[in-house]
């Protein structure tokens, strides 16, 4: 699958930048899940040169050299981090949001703890990886979107899922079968969007309302997405329902910028005025600012706020 050798090839990447030393390939062989589980050596090496050479088709500066002075023939792997790096970088409010979400993507899909794992392994084995210039890559564990990476690689796959699903107005959750199409993010909250085969009818769910696990269903390949088909446009007809309400929102300089996007012409005071229809959703993203974004009106969503940062407060501080 496409998805297991993008992941392969950042797992590559990280080991052979965080290092010092040159890495051989048995070490690689041994960190790397889809390396290990090759059934034989000339599996893994034929594996491992399509990777090599796909890095350098991709321009990434992948060097050879000795890991051992008085064995000239054990090569080992490296990447060079000072022409591999990035120069800094300006970017506009718009471009500041997509990166971000990006970021989010990386934290909340599971693959920032694979990679982890990867360079934990590396170091039992004796490796020197340069822990002060680790990308920050700590999972963090988000409630209410653990469905996101069971749900992007059913889309990918074009495989249908399993799971339970917790109404809007409250009650008790019923079993769903979709056929997902794609994952949309709108307002600070993901959805995903396909066929609901029981009901033989388009429908959008929003992931914070799955309760349990998502669990594949069927056969990879076993659908084909509509050609017309809009997933961001179906999760924004979604979110029309119900009255468009204002918040006034003081913002930190510099900060809030997904909500400044959305705001309402200035009045000259400096303050911003956003929209939003769901205020549990919409409170739930201005606690994610933090102290950057204060509520001033209406009460209602302050208190929702207040509520959503004491709650989080106090998950944080349970004792297991």
């Known amino acids: 699958m496409a998805e297991a050798k993008t992941e392969r090839l950042l797992q590559l990447v990280l080991c052979l930048t965080q290092t010092r030393l040159f890495v051989t390939k048995e070490q690689l062989r041994s960190a790397i899940p889809d390396y290990g589980a090759c059934a034989t050596h000339e599996a893994f090496e034929r594996m491992f040169e399509r990777?090599?050479?796909?890095?350098?088709?991709?321009g990434v500066p992948l060097t050879t050299g000795g890991t051992d002075p008085l064995h000239d023939d054990d090569v080992g792997y490296r990447i060079d981090r000072g022409a591999y790096g990035m120069p800094d970088l300006h970017l506009?409010?718009?471009?500041?949001?997509?990166?971000?979400l990006a970021a989010r993507v990386w934290r909340d899909g599971g693959l920032a703890a694979q990679a982890a794992r990867v360079l934990v392994k590396l170091q039992a084995q004796g490796v020197d990886v340069d822990v002060a210039t680790l990308p920050p890559i700590e999972p963090r564990i988000s409630g209410g979107e653990a469905a996101f990476g069971p749900l992007a690689r059913a889309v990918s796959r074009r495989q249908a899922v399993l799971f339970d699903y917790r109404p809007a107005g409250g009650g008790e959750a019923q079993p769903r079968r979709l056929e997902p199409w794609g994952v949309v993010s709108r307002r600070g909250h993901w959805y995903v969007v396909g066929r609901d085969r029981d009901r033989d009818d388009v429908r959008v769910f929003r992931l914070s309302r799955i309760d349990g696990a998502v669990r594949a269903h069927g056969a990879e390949g076993a659908f084909a997405v509509p050609g017309d088909a809009d997933p961001g446009a179906l999760v924004d007809t979604f979110e029309g329902h119900g009255p468009e309400l204002v918040a006034v929102l003081r913002l930190r300089p510099g900060a809030g910028h997904g909500l400044r996007r959305r705001a309402l012409p200035d009045e000259d005071d400096g303050?911003?005025?956003?929209?939003?229809?769901?205020?549990?959703?919409?409170?739930?993203?201005?606690?994610?600012?933090?102290?950057a974004v204060e509520v001033l009106d209406p009460p209602e969503l302050r208190d929702a706020v207040v509520d959503h940062l004491r709650r989080v407060c106090a998950a944080a501080t349970e004792v297991p």
């Open 92 to 100: 506009t409010p718009d471009e500041l949001t997509a990166v971000a």
């Open 51 to 58: 990777d090599k050479n796909e890095l350098r088709e991709l």
């Open 271 to 291: 303050l911003q005025r956003v929209p939003f229809r769901d205020g549990a959703a919409f409170a739930a993203e201005i606690a994610s600012y933090g102290s």
